[in-house]
């Protein structure tokens, strides 16, 4: 990309930059589900095999987890190494909003549930850039799990030198119990492509051809590694008749970094702003803000088709709406969700929600 992008910086976006990671920072009040210290199988090299769940590898050593593999049996290696572990997810974790916590991984890594990549946090080589440093908290997709049995978790890493490895934390797949639920969601399989035509905010507009995504997810995850600037969201639903008639809010969760939000072809919401020039100005946590914007009573047709389009610009790294909640909640249901929210992100919200409408 030819864009030059002006960014104030601020510490939180310079962390949030710089850590280079897929996940969204840990999320609050998390319970424990799963605790996935400490044998895991483990093989180095490299092969997109591994990846798979039918792969067989029960020929591989077993290592502890979190340790740096040099302390396990394997001295002075530096490269890229697999670990595999089966997980029994139940019925019981439908619904729930899960997270995987790998904490601290020397240098890069890759993660796949079920063979199906899901997060990642650094660059692999050729273009390698080290994540040593940042905590993995992943948010698990519901649509890559199977409920009810045994499911495959592998993780590729990469160390560049010194000590590699899953190295420290409290390994597991935790539920993040207080995170707002929409009365109705709109997480799933929706519409996408990269570019940027105003015409794809129509309701008319033909999608049929555009690539299925899943969201909340990273479109890196989905065959666009390193991928910088437009992509547009599309999906459509109808409205539950509960929902019919009230005072809504539409949650897009957290969007990597700038958004434009279109429902039935009228905007209706932005976080950040984006030009028709080839300069965006990204003030740098913007990728931490949730979005929840107010649904104007007549937009949504009553019991028909509802069209939502969202335009994305990513300045750099990741992109794209990686983190829920997404869905439509009664706007009572959401005060009350935000007059329990800590003071000091009550505060963050307002200054974040004023600064971004009074432009």
């Known amino acids: 990309m030819n864009s030059r992008i002006h960014r104030t910086i601020l510490l939180t976006g310079v962390l949030g930059v710089l850590g280079l990671a897929t996940g969204a920072g840990q999320p609050e009040n998390q319970q424990l589900l799963l605790d996935l210290c400490c044998q895991w199988r483990f093989e180095i090299g490299d092969d997109p095999r591994w990846a798979k769940p039918e792969f067989d590898d029960s020929q591989w050593e077993t290592i502890r987890v979190p340790a740096y593999w040099e302390d396990e049996g394997f001295p002075g290696y530096d490269g890229p190494a697999w670990y595999r572990i089966k997980v ?76 590699g490895g899953i190295v420290r934390g409290r390994i597991g797949i935790y539920e993040a119990a207080d995170e707002f639920q929409p009365d109705f969601s709109i997480a799933g399989l929706w519409k996408f492509s990269t570019g940027d035509d105003p015409s794809w905010s129509r309701p008319e507009f033909d999608d049929r051809k555009w690539q299925n995504i899943y969201v909340p997810a990273f479109w890196e995850t989905y065959g666009m590694p390193e991928y910088d600037g437009f992509g547009w969201y599309r999906t459509k639903f109808i409205l539950p008749a ?103 992100k009550k505060g963050n919200w307002l200054q974040k929600t004023l600064e971004y409408f009074l432009k």
Do not use: M
Not at 324 to 336: K, M, N, S, Y
């Open 88 to 163: 029994f997810v139940p019925e019981a974790w439908k619904g729930k909003n899960l997270f995987l916590d790998l904490g601290l991984i020397d240098d890069v890594d890759q993660v796949f549930l079920n063979g199906r990549f899901i997060a990642f946090s650094g660059i692999f080589p050729p273009n390698y850039a080290t994540a040593y440093d940042t905590p993995r908290y992943y948010s698990i997709p519901q649509s890559a799990l199977q409920f009810g049995q045994e499911n495959t978790l592998a993780v590729r890493v990469y160390d560049q030198q010194l000590g």
């Open 242 to 344: 509960n929902l019919v008639g009230a005072r809504l809010i539409l949650l897009l969760g957290k969007i990597d970094d700038l958004d434009e939000t279109y429902l039935n072809g009228r905007r209706i919401g932005r976080t950040g702003t984006i030009t028709s020039n080839d300069e965006q100005y990204i003030r740098g946590d913007e990728y931490n803000t949730l979005r929840a914007y107010t649904i104007p009573n007549e937009i949504l047709g009553s019991g028909g088709e509802n069209t939502l389009a969202v335009r994305v610009y990513d300045g750099r790294l990741h992109g794209g709406i990686y983190r829920g909640p997404l869905g439509i909640a009664t706007r009572e249901r959401f005060r009350e969700w935000q007059r329990h929210l800590p003071d000091e």
